[in-house]
């Protein structure tokens, strides 16, 4: 088992930014790929970023490029989402979570939620126009 803990959520006016933190405990961190996911009200969960094992590759949904980052530190267990220039659309629950499942997998495996085996509980960003 892996236990995901988000943290950094919050309101925030749009141009604004925020830094999502998600600590692990468990199993070992680095043989995870991880993703962020975020579902806003009435709206079907979607991708947002996903990262290697080793954190030497990451992915981009099209509506975040250029404005979030992810990153990961494997001796703290945590990844990181870097949001700037947070829009009204960003508004939603943020999850992360880790596969065990993806290993040398493109931007279609960690876009893919049914590949993740563990997912945190949340944390809610608010973006206010």
């Known amino acids: 088992q892996v236990q995901l803990a988000e943290s950094g959520g919050g309101l925030v006016q749009a141009g604004g930014s925020l830094r999502l933190s998600c600590a692990a405990s468990?199993?070992?961190?680095?043989?995870?790929?991880m993703g962020w996911f975020r579902q806003a009200p009435g709206k079907e969960r979607e991708f947002v970023s996903g990262?290697?094992?080793?954190?030497?590759?990451?992915y981009y949904a099209d509506s975040v490029k250029g404005r979030f980052a992810i990153s990961r530190d494997n001796t703290k267990n945590t990844v990181y989402l870097q949001m700037n220039s947070l829009k009204p659309e960003d508004t939603a629950a943020y999850y992360c979570?880790?596969?065990?499942?993806?290993?040398?997998?493109?931007?279609?495996?960690?876009?893919?939620?049914?590949?993740?085996?563990?997912w945190g509980q949340g944390t809610q960003v608010t973006v206010s126009s």
């Open positions: 979570a880790a596969s065990g499942k993806i290993t040398w997998g493109g931007k279609s495996d960690y876009a893919d939620s049914s590949k993740y085996d563990f």
């Open positions: 468990g199993r070992t961190f680095s043989n995870y790929g």
């Open positions: 990262i290697s094992r080793g954190g030497s590759t990451t």
